[in-house]
């Protein structure tokens, strides 16, 4: 991260919202300083009412992760304005069905038969709460095309026990790049985070709070 920012934050009490090992070392990698209070939230908006608008599930998902974590803390009025909870959610979609995390291994075979040679969406979810007010939300899309791959593939990927906590059952980080033949767009965020994104938006809002 560069120094002018990293010196801004250094003033915050910064709480990431999630469990995602993945999540943690993407923001530790560009040296945010941040505390993990894992939200508590189920994760079961109905996707029906969201229709086709992806992007708005998960930032109100995001929202939800941020606002449950909030609840948790006491704070006094100076220590909420210099908190900042960042909240994420990801999930996958193909001709408009909605991937998340598979229930089972039978689940994540099918979702992985299904992406096989088809080009799908990740879509993740962004919410920046100060105190238990929101100052930024956002979400980030990203094309991804995996190869044809064979049921024998599938079955031996999902054995690996790595598909079962991510969204779409598999992990481009991991195993799971073997199965993809291309992306267009932000790597970080099929990793589980859109890297870019986040530090331009948290560089305009902290800029703007110190003029």
């Known amino acids: 991260m560069l120094q002018p920012l990293k010196h801004i934050l250094q003033q915050k009490h910064i709480i990431l919202a999630s469990s995602s090992p993945q999540r943690k070392q993407l923001l530790q990698s560009i040296g945010l300083n941040f505390d993990i209070i894992i939200s508590d939230f189920a994760e079961d908006l109905d996707r029906t009412s969201y229709k086709e608008n992806l992007s708005q599930y998960v930032i109100d998902t995001a929202e939800h992760k941020c606002r449950h974590v ?3 803390i006491k704070l006094n009025e100076n220590e909420k304005n210099n908190l900042i909870i960042i909240g994420a959610d990801t999930m996958c979609s193909l001709n408009n069905v909605v991937y998340g995390k598979p229930c089972d291994k039978e689940d994540a075979f099918r979702m992985l038969k299904t992406f ?15 105190g238990d007010m929101i100052i930024k ?5 990203t094309d991804v095309t995996f190869g044809s791959i064979d049921d024998e593939t599938i079955r031996a990927y999902v054995e690996t026990g790595e598909p079962m906590n991510k969204a779409g059952a598999y992990g481009i980080q991991s195993l799971g790049a073997t199965l993809v033949k291309k992306i267009d767009g932000d790597y970080f965020n099929v990793v589980g985070f859109p890297i870019y994104h986040f530090c331009t938006q948290l560089k305009a809002l902290l800029n703007n709070e110190i003029k």
């Open 116 to 130: 096989s040679n088809n080009t799908h969406q990740v879509c993740t979810g962004v919410c920046l709460l100060q």
């Open 70 to 72: 909030y609840q948790q």
């Open 137 to 141: 939300t956002f979400s980030e899309t």
